[in-house]
């Protein structure tokens, strides 16, 4: 019997790794299995564990923040960034209690993020910047609007529970703003894909030991998210509601907005990593945020190669 390697793959339990969700409970709930390895999901609850897990070689990969993937690989892990897992998804709310009627409300306030490298960091500085407010960490004295790293899952209950109500709100990934929604501890502003059209969120990173040790493994993974990408893309329906409410724990009837009514999207050509939507986030946060110090050539870091073939293979239009 061959002894096939596993892939340990870390995530959240959000919408922009339902990829991931959907694809390993296809392989659970049908007589189909890969062939080349053996697909190990490991959820986490926050993006610290997941970038500690990968230092520490705990997992082999994950989906993780593009801004993240790159800041690790800045400082030295070797991985390659495979594909991105989805393109927009972020909700930017403000807490219910707060009395903010426009932009310039959130002077003074705390605004929570889900990590420091990330997306909706990202976009949430460049709406505050648009009303002329700076934003950034507590130790930055000059800034207008606090920035909070907290886990996605605590931010609407940390919101809510703020007696002295200094948290204004939070950008963070589905389903946790539209849960906040519901229970109306927020209310939503916009989405991030209305500040960047198609902007890229998670991506798919994995050891480079891995892939040159195990390459047929890597390519069969990666067409299983890709089939499993149009799979989603195909079946807006009744179905997919099921395994997405398996996966993310949450409500049936919270989840189906999001999924069918939102600008969240799977769809395959635009899960090929694109480096000029990677330089803009690296530009953005070299620049005006000036958090992102060690700049890479994002050239280093990808690897398209097994997802174009994939693509290719199945007759799918890259956009890139």
């Known amino acids: 019997m061959i002894d096939l390697p596993h892939i340990r793959?870390?995530?959240?339990?959000?919408c922009d790794h339902l990829i991931l969700g959907v694809a390993h409970l296809h392989?659970?709930?049908?007589?189909?299995?890969l062939s080349r390895s053996i697909l190990e999901p490991v959820v986490m609850n926050a993006w610290q564990p997941v970038s500690e897990s990968l230092l520490n070689q705990v997992i082999d990969g994950a989906f993780i923040p593009a801004p993240l993937a790159m800041d690790l690989f800045a400082s030295g892990l070797d991985i390659r960034l495979l594909m991105f897992t989805h393109r927009n998804g972020s909700v930017i709310l403000k807490s219910k209690s707060s009395d903010i009627?426009?932009?310039?409300?959130f002077k003074g306030k705390i605004v929570l993020v889900p990590a420091e490298f990330s997306i909706q960091n990202m976009l949430l500085h460049r709406l505050l910047s648009s009303a002329g407010l700076s934003f950034g960490a507590h130790d930055q004295k000059t800034v207008d609007v606090v920035r909070e790293i907290v886990p996605s899952y605590l931010m609407a209950d940390m919101g809510a529970a703020d007696s002295d109500q200094d948290i204004a709100g939070f950008a963070v990934e589905e389903p946790f703003g539209r849960a906040a929604e519901k229970k109306g501890l927020a209310r939503r502003i916009c989405t991030t894909g209305?500040?960047?059209k198609n902007h890229p969120g998670s991506v798919f990173v994995l050891k480079r030991s891995f892939i040159e040790k195990y390459p047929e493994a890597v390519k069969e993974i990666i067409s299983l998210f890709v089939r499993t990408?149009?799979?989603?893309?195909e079946n807006k329906n009744e179905a997919l509601l099921s395994l997405a409410q398996f996966f993310l724990g949450q409500d049936r009837e919270m989840i189906r907005p999001i999924l069918f009514k939102t600008d969240l999207t799977y769809d395959i050509p635009l899960l090929v990593p694109d480096p000029d939507a990677l330089n803009i986030i690296q530009e953005y946060m070299s620049g005006a945020m000036g958090i992102m110090t060690a700049g890479i050539d994002v050239n280093h870091l990808i690897d398209r190669s097994f997802i174009l073939e994939t693509v290719s293979e199945n007759h799918i239009e890259n956009t890139n």
């Open 27 to 33: 392989l659970e709930q049908q007589p189909r299995t």
């Open 101 to 105: 009627k426009t932009l310039s409300g």
């Open 9 to 14: 793959i870390g995530h959240l339990k959000i």
């Open 229 to 233: 990408a149009g799979w989603i893309e």
């Open 194 to 196: 209305s500040l960047w």
